[in-house]
Every structure is written in C-alpha cells, then in structure tokens.
C-alpha cells in the first residue's frame, strides 16, 4: 500500500474512533441532564414518623493537619439539632497541626459531646481507615456515622443520614457531596471535577440502577454492620476503602441508601502540582474501583474526542459541526445540572474553565493505566489489581 493510502486510511479510522466517544458523550450530557432534573424533582427525604425512636449516634470525624476552614468545619458537626449524639475527633499524632483546634472544641462542647482521640493504629497503608480505627476505639454508641474531616454538615446532618438504618434491609446510607470553596484556578478545575463531572455521573448510576455504590465522605452504618463485613481493619489495605465496604455490604444482601441530601466538601490545593497529583490519583481510585466501569468513561468524554475529531479531519465543515455542538451541550448541560440540580452558584462562575478540565481529565484518564504508584500522605505506594496498596518503602 502506498504510504499516502496508508495514512489517509489511518486518518479516516482514528476519525472514527474519535467521532464515536464525541456523538456518545454528547448524548449522555443530555441523558445526565435529564436524570439530574429527575433527581431534583423526584428525591425527597422519607418523612420520620413521629414515634420515631432516635438511636444515640457517634459521629466519627478522623482529622490529619490543617485544613481550609477546619474548625468550622469541624464545629458543624458540634451543632447538630439531634437529641443525643458524641462527636469523635481523631488525629494519630499528638503533634498534628490539628489538635489544638480539636481541644478548643472539646472545652467548649464539653466531653459528653465532643471526644478527641489520640491513637496510631497502623493496621495498614490507608491512612483514613488507621485513622479512624482510632476514633472507633472511643465511640460510646452502636449508630456510627463517618464523615471526612474537610465536609461541612448541615444542623439536620443527622436527622437525614440516621432514620435509613432503621430498615433492616439498609445496611448502610450515604450522603452526595459537592465541591466548595475554590479559590484559585487550579482549585476551581478541582470543583468542575467533582461538581460537572463526578456527581452527576453519580446521579445518573444511581437513578438509572447502572452501579450500586457507596461514598465515604458520608456515610451512616451500624456497629454489626461493620462487624459483619470484616470490621475497619480488613479494608485498611485498600485505596478506595468506601467502595470495598459498600461491595460487602451488597454481598450480604443489604442495601445501600444513597440520600438525596447533598454536603459540601472544601477543596484546599496548595499549587497546581498538589491539583495534578489528586486529578491522577482521584483517577487512580475509579480505576482501581471499577476497572471496566473506569474503562467505559472514555466513551463518553465529548469535548476532547470531538476537538480530537476536527483535528484529524483537518477542520472540515462537519467536524467543526461536531465541535461545536459537544462543547456546546457539554456547557449548558453542566451549567443546569450545577446551577439547578446541585444549587452550586461557585460552580457556575467557574464554568469557563470547563473545557479545559475535560481536555485534562483525558490526559489523567490515560496516565492512571500507565502509572502504578499512588502518593498517600507523602508516602508512595504500589497500587494492586485488587484496589489494594502496598508500600513501596517500609511505613513507620
């Protein structure tokens, strides 16, 4: 085959297989926009009965260092309106940055509410999992509510996220989450991730049945639940610790409830290398989740396989058509899930910055195949094909 036949014909099928993941990504921005709206309209909270018997709940809260907005962040969940719960604040090092804050929390909540725990429980390389073994150690109640120390919470927090567990067949319930607080541009393409991108795939595997899932960031189980699936020790070796949890849990032939109640999660990067690394280990952690699930998004990333279209087609009339109208559905239907469905104002003023992240998330997209290292708190780690993390050098 001559040498212009053979590259007009590898042309034309990189055009193809470019052009199917731009019309398919296209389609499921619509799609998502339509599950959003169902979503919003639809996903009420349960009422509570007013005999309803609430349980004493111990809220889990394992810190490491400071954060953006710590204390506040951390004294929402002080001021829960709940009848009787404990809050759990953990770090494993008395030298955290962190503590000084956690003890001028417990002095002016007083130690019935508010507990800190100062306890290194290394049970394996995850260090959210050792962390908050530490805080379970001083948990007074069997309701167990863990929420990520950089979640700020709602006074009805509790109302919302306890009342599923009173069903037998639940065994455990979860809360979304959206980015907030984003200053600068690296953190604002953090919170398009999460809030254009990661969310409202998580609307659409949830109201279309596509995936049953767990997220970490909020979640409300009992003490025999965690104690069935093997308790907090057996899911410290793994990256994505919620998703292992949520498995087990289905396994057992319980289910997961996913709330339609949302709770904002601070984003605090300290320069744009910190924001590639999460991008690549937040799509390390998919990866490592769901493998052919992770595999799948690539057919539905519109914006770059379409600007990758008109690039091969040498800008023709038709595959500008096509670069117009992904980039086009792609802004306006993350515009109305974030604005309408998730009420997130910050993400629409950040929208501009939207192409950009989806030309990015390609790149991370390919780099969590090529890389089999994950960074976990300054140390490296060797990601498994079980989701499972080994230290590269010995942990302390």
Excluded at 9 to 19: K, N, S, T, V
Excluded at 75 to 89: E, G, H, K, L
Excluded at 183 to 188: G, Q, S
Excluded at 381 to 395: E, I, K, N
């Amino acid at each position: 085959m001559p040498l212009q036949d053979f590259i007009r014909a590898a042309r034309d099928l990189a055009g193809w297989i470019f052009l199917v993941p731009a019309v398919a990504g296209t389609v499921y921005s619509l799609l998502s926009l339509a599950t959003a709206a169902w979503w919003r309209m639809r996903n009420r909270p349960a009422p509570v009965p007013s005999d309803f018997r609430w349980p004493a709940v111990s809220l889990l809260k394992p810190v490491h260092g400071l954060e953006k907005h710590l204390e506040r962040n951390l004294r929402s969940a002080c001021t829960q309106d709940y009848p009787d719960y404990q809050v759990v604040f953990s770090v494993e090092d008395e030298n955290d940055e962190a503590l000084p804050i956690l003890r001028k929390l417990e002095l002016e909540f007083g130690a019935e509410r508010v507990t800190v725990a100062v306890e290194r429980r290394p049970a394996g390389p995850n260090g959210k999992i050792n962390n908050t073994i530490g805080a379970l150690a001083h948990a007074r109640h069997d309701t167990l509510v863990i929420s990520d120390s950089d979640v700020r919470l709602q006074p009805d927090y509790l109302k919302t996220i306890v009342p599923p567990l009173a069903d037998p067949a639940n065994g455990c319930a979860c809360t979304l989450y959206k980015a907030a607080c984003a200053n600068r541009w690296f953190e604002k393409i953090e919170l398009l991730t999460l809030n254009a991108d990661f969310m409202p795939n998580v609307v659409f595997a949830h109201v279309t049945g596509a995936s049953r899932f767990l997220l970490g960031a909020s979640t409300a189980l009992t003490r025999t639940t965690l104690r069935e699936i093997g308790g907090l020790e057996s899911l410290a070796d793994y990256l994505v610790e919620d998703y292992e949890m949520g498995r087990r849990v289905l396994a057992r032939g319980r289910r997961i409830q996913v709330l339609g109640s949302m709770v904002d999660t601070m984003v605090d990067l300290k320069d744009p290398a910190q924001w590639w690394g999460h991008q690549v280990y937040w799509d390390q952690n998919n990866r490592a989740a769901r493998p052919l699930a992770y595999f799948a998004t690539a057919l539905i990333k519109s914006v770059p396989f379409a600007f990758l279209y008109a690039l091969v087609r040498a800008g023709s009339p038709f595959s500008l058509l096509v670069s117009a109208t992904a980039l086009g559905v792609r802004m306006i239907t993350a515009s109305l899930i974030m604005g309408w469905a998730f009420r997130d104002r910050e993400g629409l003023a950040s929208i501009w910055l939207l192409p950009l992240r989806d030309l990015l998330a390609l790149v991370s997209w390919l780099l969590a195949y090529t890389q089999r290292t994950t960074t976990w708190r300054g140390k490296e780690f060797t990601l498994t094909r079980d989701g499972r993390l080994v230290a590269r050098t010995p942990v302390p």
